[in-house]
């Protein structure tokens, strides 16, 4: 069965740091492309970063360029975001996303409050 469990989320201060990890399962995760994303209420989903499959190529959204690095253990089949200088703004739902064929996972809670 394919797939995807995030963890990690939790809540921190503004400024600080917080590492999401994604679990992958049920598929060849060497070969696919991955993303995180993240959605707040009332809001569409939006792309956080995504990496290529063997983790050479990346890319942000400007809204985390600097703060934010995804990353992959293709031997571990799991997906990372470091996430650093943590704003008001970040707080969201994260998600890991096979991009195709598209898969979900369930979400991780991440509160940036003082």
């Known amino acids: 069965q394919v797939q995807l469990v995030e963890s990690g989320g939790g809540l921190v201060q503004p400024g600080g740091s917080l590492r999401l990890s994604c679990a992958a399962s049920?598929?060849?995760?060497?070969?696919?492309?991955m993303s995180w994303h993240r959605q707040t209420p009332g809001k569409e989903r939006e792309l956080v970063a995504t990496i290529s499959s063997a983790g050479a190529i990346t890319n942000y959204a400007d809204s985390v360029k600097g703060r934010f690095t995804i990353s992959r253990d293709n031997n571990k089949n799991m997906m990372y975001l470091e996430m650093n200088n943590l704003k008001y703004e970040d707080t969201a739902v994260y998600y890991c996303r096979r991009l195709f064929p598209v898969v979900w996972g369930r979400g991780t809670q991440v509160t940036v409050s003082s």
């Open positions: 049920g598929f060849a995760f060497s070969s696919a492309g």
